[in-house]
């Protein structure tokens, strides 16, 4: 069975503060691993899809990094507008592509 | 480009009540999937379509829940008769069926059971 874990489940920065969020996986043949970005009250946004071990993906602020069990966003001098819930998924390998989502890491920027 | 519509945004229903979700997907995705969240979890996928078939339901409470995708396009999922457990945000998604896997999500619909 497809596992995500993430990590922590709650952090706290100040505006500038750089930090790494953390989703550990167990998956039988990783076909893709997702980043997701929710707002309260809206659906998940995707950010970044990652599919081999090294690989590096970058978006403004944010950086995300794959390895063969876990996978880090990177938030680099974050703002008070990055603050979000962020969800991690993986696809297995197969026909079905279904996402298995970790429960997320709620990020919290003080100003 | 369209993204995933969903509707109605809020239901508040009793328990034991019916209640159904619409969900129009992306132009030309083929997979369609529905997912339930949880305050405070990540989202559950109840079941996936690909095109108007049922690829997994595995996980959908087949005594209660229900979904149809008519002719590849819109899908609706009813719960009938609702728990209070059943309180939850029911998201839609969809992709396509090409090299780029990504599914994209609507607002979701936030169900109260009381």
């Known amino acids: 069975e497809d596992q995500v874990t993430q990590s922590p489940e709650a952090l706290r920065l100040q505006e500038g503060e750089s930090s790494s969020l953390n989703c550990s996986y167990t998956v039988s043949g990783l076909r893709g691993l997702f980043w997701y970005r929710q707002d309260p009250g809206k659906g998940p946004e995707f950010l970044f899809t990652?599919?081999?071990a090294g690989e590096e993906k970058e978006k403004e602020r944010l950086k995300a990094t794959l390895t063969k069990k876990e996978s880090f966003l990177h938030i680099t001098a974050p703002k008070p507008e990055d603050s979000a819930t962020y969800l991690c998924a993986v696809q297995a390998s197969g026909s079905a592509r279904q996402l298995t989502f970790g429960s997320g890491t709620q990020l919290t920027v003080l100003p | 480009e369209a993204g995933v519509a969903q509707s109605p945004r809020y239901k508040i229903i009793e328990k034991r009540q019916s209640v159904a979700f619409w969900c129009n997907p992306i132009?030309?995705?083929?997979?369609l999937y529905w997912y339930q969240q949880i305050l405070g979890q990540g989202p559950k996928l109840l079941i996936q379509f690909q095109n108007n078939g049922v690829v997994d339901d595995s996980q959908l409470p087949k005594d209660r829940f229900s979904a149809e995708r008519l002719k590849g396009v819109d899908s609706t999922l009813k719960i009938q008769p609702a728990k209070l457990e059943d309180s939850a945000v029911y998201l839609c998604?969809?992709?396509?069926?090409?090299?780029?896997?990504?599914?994209?999500f609507g607002q979701g619909t936030r169900l109260t059971v009381v």
């Open positions: 998604a969809s992709s396509s069926t090409g090299a780029l896997t990504e599914a994209f």
């Open positions: 132009s030309g995705h083929a997979t």
């Open positions: 990652l599919y081999s």
